[in-house]
Each structure stands twice: as C-alpha cells, then as structure tokens.
C-alpha cells in the first residue's frame, strides 16, 4: 500500500473516456481496489481485482496486470457527477486498507 | 444494512477538551478501523481492530486513545489535541482481516481543533 502510485489529477470532459492509472509493488500482492470519493464524503467502494483482466460494472471498468504491478480505472460517458477523487487501495503488506495518494478528476462541461 | 454510522458529524474542540467519537456497524464485521484524513489527501491508517482486540497501531500519539466495547461499535477519544490534529476522521469495518474484502466506511467526523 505505501508503494502505490497514481497521477495526482485529471481532466477530462463530459461524455468521453478517461483511464486512471495505478501501479503498485508486487511482493505479497493478494489484490487491488479502486474507492470513489467526493470532496467532504466517505470513500465508496467501486472494484476489487484479484486476477488479471478487466472486471466491467456498468460505465467504470477496472484492469489488473499481476506480472507489470499495473491497473488502471476506466470511466466512460462521464458525467459532471464522476468529478471525484479516485483511490487505488490494497492490503499488500499490511492487514488493513491502504492507499495510494489518489487521482483528482474534474470532469468539464 | 451496509452502513456505517459515525457521530458526530461536526466537532469543535479545544485544545484542553476531552471529547470522544463514535462508530457503530451491524454488519457483522469483525475489523474495524480508523483513518484520519487531511484536505486533498488520501486517508491515513490510524488503527485496527481485529476481533475487538488492537491488532495496528500506526505510531499514532497517545492523545488520541482507540476503544473497541463490543464487536459494533468503535471508539476514539480524544485528549490535549493540536490544532494539526484537524482533520476528517473516517471509521471503516470490513469482514475478518485475514480475508481481502472491501471495506466500509462511515460518513466521518470532521473534527476542529482551536
């Protein structure tokens, strides 16, 4: 958990596509979670992958490559409402959830 | 039920007060965690409680002193805080920590410290 990196922040518009990359140390990896947070609100729980693929829930996605340390969030037809601080978070090395130091997104108009 | 329950939502404190913060859960979850979170950072692991018994504990100072009275609900009481102290403080439950599940959080605490 305390080797996991994200990009810092993101733009992107309304009704496109946007990837959020996370890579994270592999030694001990069990699996990788992804946490959806809105300014002043509590995480929310979006994915969890354990194998390698992508797991598809609706308009987000989330892909994991065990071999590279490497996932990544999908978010398709954004919406103003997607504008949130996205966390990659897993408990590799630790017994509780930790995470990485999240992506802002600001979706535009 | 999948909530997490913290109050208060809003705290002011001084600097000499003793103040507690409470989270409850009816989950059956069996770990239950705290997180203090800065503005614009991610949350940081404060402390965990596994089976009611304190299992990490994240070098944290001693003015803030965790509790676990029963496997629902969760405690941290707060004595001779900093004003750095101020931040969101986010309780967290999730199954038994010897299995990766997602975990739970509540709303949080925004504490103040002045």
């Known amino acids: 958990g305390q080797n996991i990196d994200q990009p810092t922040e993101m733009t992107a518009t309304e009704g496109a596509i946007v990837q959020i990359n996370c890579t994270y140390q592999?030694?001990?990896?069990?699996?990788l979670f992804w946490y959806q947070q809105h300014a002043g609100e509590a995480p929310t729980f979006l994915s969890y992958?354990?194998?390698?693929g992508l797991e598809e829930k609706g308009r987000f996605s989330s892909f994991l490559s065990r071999s590279k340390g490497y996932s990544y969030l999908l978010l398709k037809e954004l919406q103003m409402k997607d504008s949130a601080s996205y966390l990659c978070?897993?408990?590799?090395?630790?017994?509780?959830?930790?995470f990485g130091s999240g992506t802002r997104l600001q979706v535009q108009p | 039920d999948t909530e997490v329950t913290q109050t208060p939502k809003h705290l002011v404190m001084g600097m000499t007060n003793k103040k507690s913060l409470k989270c409850e859960q009816h989950?059956?979850?069996?770990?239950m965690y705290w997180y203090k979170q800065k503005a614009k950072k991610p949350p940081e692991l404060m402390f965990v409680?596994?089976?009611?018994?304190?299992?990490i504990n994240e070098s944290v100072p001693s003015r803030f002193s965790p509790e676990c009275p029963n496997s629902s609900l969760l405690n941290l009481h707060l004595h001779a805080l900093q004003p750095e102290d101020s931040a969101l403080y986010l309780c967290?439950?999730?199954?038994?920590?010897?299995?990766?599940?997602?975990?739970?959080f509540g709303q949080g605490t925004r504490l103040t410290v002045v």
């Open positions: 978070a897993d408990y590799t090395g630790r017994r509780a959830l930790t």
């Open positions: 967290a439950s999730s199954q038994p920590i010897e299995r990766d599940t997602e975990a739970f």
């Open positions: 592999t030694s001990g990896f069990n699996g």
């Open positions: 409680y596994s089976y009611e018994k304190l299992s």
């Open positions: 992958n354990v194998l390698d």
């Open positions: 989950m059956g979850h069996r770990a």
